[in-house]
T-cell receptor, first 116, second 114 residues
């Protein structure tokens, strides 16, 4: 069972455009939502993360929007650049006690291509 | 420094070989993780160590054997692997398993089993 659903599977955007990737979850115990960026042949790198007490977080060209009532969150990449071409994974985890402590639940990933 | 170092970068082994993957971090993190990643898929959790003790084993076959000799080092011992075990093996670390579960990943070891 996919704990975090991510869409679209692939995305093509022109240079300078806005890239938007969406994720949805069901488990209301999740309290940490990171986004990872992965280039071919490399490990995932933490890009930006948000907690559910905040509706938006911005770091440079990257913004996470979080809708707690809808159990959805999204990544917006403003002024997309060819160097942003990578695979993006959303994820969720919970910080409370129990067997799931420390587990990151990943979405299936979005392959972003930014055309020059 | 948020670096997790994995060696080797590439490994080719036969089904009867024994090899080990190594992961090192010097960030003082007390949780360390092994993941397996197939092409175009998200990382799949294999093992979690917390304070050098194995906390999670995701029903991984016994041909994969993890070891955490100290808080900075994580090994994955491989024996009698199958071709379907070919994948990118990722190590990650985080300050702890709890609320600050910010996981930092290494570049991975690309494993090919012949």
């Amino acid at each position: 069972q996919q704990q975090v659903k991510q869409s679209p599977q692939s995305l093509i955007v022109q240079k300078g455009g806005i890239s938007i990737i969406n994720c949805a979850y069901e488990n209301t115990a999740f309290d940490y939502f990171p986004w990872y960026q992965q280039f071919p042949g490399k490990g995932p790198a933490l890009l930006i993360a948000i907690r559910p007490d905040v509706s938006e977080k911005k770091e440079g060209r990257f913004t996470i929007s979080f809708n707690k009532s809808a159990k959805q969150f999204s990544l917006h990449i403003m002024d997309s650049q060819p160097g942003d071409s990578a695979t993006y994974f959303c994820a969720a985890s919970q910080g409370s006690r129990g067997s799931t402590l420390g587990r990151l639940y990943f979405g299936r990933g979005t392959q972003l291509t930014v055309w020059p | 420094d948020t670096e997790v170092t994995q060696t080797p970068k590439h490994l080719v082994m036969g089904m009867t070989n024994k090899k080990s993957l190594k992961c090192e971090q010097h960030m003082g993190h007390r949780a360390m993780y092994w993941y397996k990643q197939k092409a175009k898929k998200p990382p799949e959790l294999m093992f979690v160590y917390s304070y050098e003790k194995l906390s999670i084993n995701e029903s991984v076959p016994s041909r994969f054997s993890p070891e955490c000799p100290n808080s900075s080092l994580l090994n994955l011992h491989l024996h009698a692997l199958q071709p379907e075990d070919s994948a990118l093996y990722l190590c990650a670390s985080s300050p702890d398993r709890g609320a600050k579960n910010i996981q930092y990943f290494g570049a991975g070891t690309r494993l090919s089993v012949l």
